[in-house]
Nanobody, 122 residues
Framework: QVQLVESGGGLVQAGGSLRLSCAASGTIFSIDYMAWYRQAPGKQRDLVAHITSGGFTNYTDSVKGRFTISRDNAKNTAYLQMNSLKPEDTAVYFC????????????????WGKGTLVTVSS
């Protein structure tokens, strides 16, 4: 079984920074995409950023220039560096691993972490 565990959330003042980590554990051969989503109270879960195994990245417009997604393929870990945080960034941040293959011949499955809360005070 593959598990994703997020860490690094917390309370920060507006303008501050946080770094989130998402570690995938279990028997893993490869992970195509790793992504961060967020869900504010009463709202839907939205994509924040994703990164491919080759390092291609994409961001939602509201975080461009402030957030940076990265990954360490050897550690099956993704990171989200969040700078210049705003109160509207407050949400539970979820990690998503897309097309996780447990062997060279297996089909991929998607996994989600349980989330980490980020609260930005004004």
């Amino acid at each position: 079984q593959v598990q994703l565990v997020e860490s690094g959330g917390g309370l920060v003042q507006a303008g501050g920074s946080l770094r989130l980590s998402c570690a995938a554990s279990g028997t893993i051969f490869s992970i195509d995409y790793m992504a961060w989503y967020r869900q504010a109270p009463g709202k839907q879960r939205d994509l924040v950023a994703h990164i491919t195994s080759g390092g291609f990245t994409n961001y939602t417009d509201s975080v461009k220039g402030r957030f940076t997604i990265s990954r360490d393929n050897a550690k099956n870990t993704a990171y989200l560096q969040m700078n210049s945080l705003k109160p509207e960034d407050t949400a539970v941040y979820f990690c998503n691993a897309v097309r996780v293959r447990r062997s060279k011949w297996s089909t991929g499955m998607d996994y989600w972490g349980k989330g980490t809360l980020v609260t930005v005070s004004s």
